[in-house]
């Protein structure tokens, strides 16, 4: 699914989720045209292979096809007009479609998704999306976003369900960047039953260190989550990674870039209060990651 409107808060994202949760053993190899990734889970004894291969067929039209097990095929078709209405009455300075076509063997499913985005005058950013979940129901989702005064944008998302004939998922959010290295977010979502508030921070302390926060709040039942993550580059070729969370989850990630074309992430963590139950074993993990450029 296209995040249209969470990637404008994707530094964030990207800190306290990227590298980390990493059980067993994960390879990935990347030409110019073709992606190939497989993974090896240890505790639950299960192997999973995709690959992908993409087409450029002109400078505004890609193509790619996803295969997956179990037989799981996605064809995918991205159209980009890039600047050729910036001179409309709409001023509009990006334009892209997408559709999704799927095919899922083992389910005896084909979900479909079309996308489209759009961009105003380098200061409001629209996306509509329509997909079948599961080949059956259909959905609808509406994310946008705009620069409402100097360095303060709002946005918001909503996803509606025709099955259920309701909104599944709405989201409405402020940003406010101070600069290119610190910005704030705050955020108020409702998925089914639950209503949570959100508020977070980023900040480049400098050129090879980042931390980030975020800070949610339950609305019915007043409990308040907290995760944490800082990120340092060590080198030229390696990079550390911490998060924690108030529920006393460690995560560790350490990227090293071993030569040129390879590059190994090692990722580690675990449940202080687990551990200290004796349950160390269904409180932990650890992986490993291999990246290979071509």
């Known amino acids: 699914m296209v995040k249209f409107y969470e990637d404008f808060n994707s530094n964030l994202s990207d800190l306290l989720n ?131 005064y100097k360095q303060i944008y709002g946005g918001g998302e909503v996803i509606y369900d025709d099955k259920a004939k309701s909104l599944i998922l709405s989201k409405y959010g402020l940003f406010y960047r101070f600069n290119k290295d610190y910005n704030v977010a705050l955020e108020y979502s409702q998925e089914g039953d639950l209503k949570t508030v959100q508020s977070s921070f980023y900040h480049n302390a400098n050129p090879n260190t980042a931390v980030g926060s975020r800070f949610v709040l339950d609305l019915d039942t007043q409990k308040i989550g907290v995760t944490s993550a800082v990120q340092h580059k060590l080198d030229e070729a390696t990079t550390l990674k911490a998060r924690v969370d108030n529920l006393g989850t460690l995560d560790l990630a350490v990227t090293s870039r071993i030569s040129e074309n390879l590059t190994a992430t090692f990722s580690t963590g675990m449940n202080a209060s687990g551990v200290l139950h004796g349950k160390t074993h269904d409180e932990s993990y650890s992986g490993l990651q291999f990246s290979f450029n071509l």
């Open 18 to 148: 990227k590298k980390f949760g990493g059980e067993g053993f994960i390879a990935k190899v990347k030409t110019s045209h073709i992606k190939v990734k497989g993974n090896a889970s240890i505790k639950d004894a299960t192997s999973n292979i995709s690959s992908k291969l993409s087409y450029k067929i002109n400078d505004n039209v890609d193509t790619s096809l996803t295969v997956s097990t179990p037989h799981h095929y996605l064809l995918k078709l991205t159209t980009d007009f890039k600047d050729r209405f910036k001179d409309s009455a709409a001023k509009l300075t990006g334009f892209k479609i997408e559709a999704e076509l799927g095919c899922d063997e083992h389910t005896h499913t084909y979900p479909t998704t079309f996308h489209s985005n759009l961009k105003f005058n380098n200061k409001v950013g629209l996306h509509t999306q329509v997909m079948t979940e599961k080949g059956n129901s259909l959905l609808a989702q509406l994310d946008i976003y705009a620069n409402i």
